[in-house]
């Protein structure tokens, strides 16, 4: 009895260490009325993106960028599909798994100047 109750608290700690090392999971961010809270995000190998829209307006993220005003869709290998996925008023949206390590731009598509950037490593 002691063996399997030292082989569950190993296993425990390990799963405790390998979370707070990254890997599976999800990492959360937050919107506001017309713009990510935070400008990048960094996820492990893995991980899901959760956007949490804490505002009434509406967002339709897809891969891309704005740039001088201008949008531009991109098509981003090794991103998880995205392309004018309604995140609704106070409500989130779960992206991914990101599985390919790189640089990806996410961007609302009626919000001039919503650029997230997602770094995966």
Same mark, same amino acid.
């Given at each position: 009895m002691?063996?399997?109750?030292?082989?569950?608290?190993?296993?425990g700690?390990?799963?405790?260490a390998?979370?707070?090392c990254?890997?599976a999971?999800?990492?959360?961010?937050?919107?506001?009325?017309?713009?990510?809270?935070?400008?990048?995000?960094?996820?492990?190998?893995?991980?899901?993106?959760?956007?949490?829209?804490? %505002?009434?307006?509406m967002h339709?993220?897809?891969?891309?960028?704005? #740039?001088?005003?201008?949008?531009? @869709?991109?098509?981003? =290998? *090794? %991103?998880?599909?995205?392309?004018?996925?309604?995140l609704?008023?106070? #409500?989130?949206?779960?992206?991914? @798994?990101w599985?390919? =390590? *790189?640089?990806?731009h996410?961007?609302?598509?009626?919000?001039?100047?919503?650029?997230?950037?997602?770094?995966?490593?």
């Amino acid at each position: 009895m002691r063996k399997l109750l030292a082989l569950l608290v190993a296993c425990g700690l390990m799963a405790l260490a390998m979370a707070a090392c990254g890997g599976a999971g999800t990492v959360t961010i937050h919107t506001t009325a017309t713009n990510f809270a935070q400008s990048s995000v960094t996820l492990q190998k893995g991980q899901s993106l959760k956007i949490v829209n804490d %505002a009434s307006d509406m967002h339709i993220l897809s891969l891309g960028t704005w #740039s001088n005003g201008a949008a531009h @869709p991109e098509k981003e =290998p *090794g %991103a998880p599909p995205l392309q004018n996925e309604p995140l609704e008023g106070n #409500s989130s949206l779960t992206i991914g @798994p990101w599985n390919t =390590p *790189g640089t990806y731009h996410v961007y609302c598509t009626i919000h001039t100047g919503m650029n997230l950037t997602v770094i995966v490593s």
